[in-house]
């Protein structure tokens, strides 16, 4: 049975004491330690066996990081995204639209977790670009100069604005990116700069889902909406969100 290491909080934890810590297990390196201190966010390793999984929990008890053992299995699973380009959160209800268009409301007592942030990435980009060249004429060069196309793939780092609305009802999670989204539901809110939506989207469903569960993301954006947390990459973001799904269960906060 595989068995996971959780922090107990989300406090990043010393890059020194996860070293030592890791030196417990020969499996585990220095690069790896510095790699999940830098990007702890919740859950520290995965797939231990239990023997594994007792000594490292004994050695980053010695080094000062609170954390502890669970079965992998009790870790949530998380339900597939459901693209979301168009809703509306109105004071009742969330109110997304499916790909045709159509009002899916779903009652804000059924969102149990809002995750918010500027989520890292790598996109890669189709260019071609035209090339005028010397061409040839019988093997030799000085003939008529002829037009190549050159393709090539570039990639480019990015940041996208997300929000990410779960449910204890089915599609169980939306998944919005502040780029592809319609934001013509606040009217005279509306606002040339995409950013300023965003914000806004935030704001409307944290004043609205009362009971939710906050990811760091949107917990900082309820305390200032100008504060915008950005995660280093898609797995951190979800391994939060996983983290706080499973605290909430464990606690027995929700009731099915």
């Known amino acids: 049975m595989p068995y996971a290491i959780v922090q107990k909080s989300l406090e990043a934890p010393p890059v020194q004491a996860m070293v030592e810590a890791f030196r417990a297990l020969p499996q585990l390196t220095d690069i790896d330690a510095?790699?999940?201190?830098?990007?702890?966010?919740?859950?520290?390793?995965?797939?231990?066996?239990?023997?594994?999984?007792?000594?490292?929990?004994?050695?980053?008890?010695?080094a000062g990081i609170e954390a502890e053992m669970v079965d992998h299995k009790s870790l949530p699973p998380l339900p597939p995204p459901r693209p979301c380009r168009r809703a509306e959160p109105t004071p009742e209800r969330f109110v997304p639209c499916d790909h045709l268009g159509r009002p899916q409301p779903v009652e804000w007592s059924h969102v149990i977790l809002l995750a918010a942030g500027g989520v890292r990435g790598t996109e890669f980009k189709h260019t071609a670009t035209e090339k005028v060249v010397p061409g040839s004429r019988y093997g030799a060069r000085g003939g008529e100069p002829v037009t190549r196309v050159e393709h090539?793939?570039?990639?480019k780092d990015t940041v996208r604005l997300t929000l990410e609305v779960f449910l204890d009802v089915a599609p169980g999670r939306y998944h919005i990116e502040a780029h592809r989204f319609n934001f013509a539901y606040l009217?005279?809110?509306?606002?040339?700069?995409?950013?300023?939506?965003?914000?806004?989207?935030?704001?409307?469903?944290?004043?609205?889902?009362?009971g939710a569960v906050l990811n760091r993301g949107a917990a900082a954006q309820k305390r200032d909406p100008r504060k915008l947390s950005t995660y280093p990459n898609k797995h951190a973001f979800e391994e939060e969100i996983v983290w706080l799904l499973w605290r909430h269960f464990a606690s027995g906060q929700h009731s099915s």
């Open 152 to 155: 090539k793939d570039v990639a």
């Open 187 to 210: 009217g005279d809110r509306l606002h040339d700069e995409r950013t300023h939506n965003y914000v806004a989207l935030v704001q409307d469903c944290l004043r609205h889902a009362t």
């Open 34 to 62: 510095a790699t999940m201190a830098s990007d702890a966010f919740g859950i520290l390793v995965r797939g231990l066996e239990l023997a594994d999984a007792g000594r490292l929990l004994q050695a980053l008890h010695a």
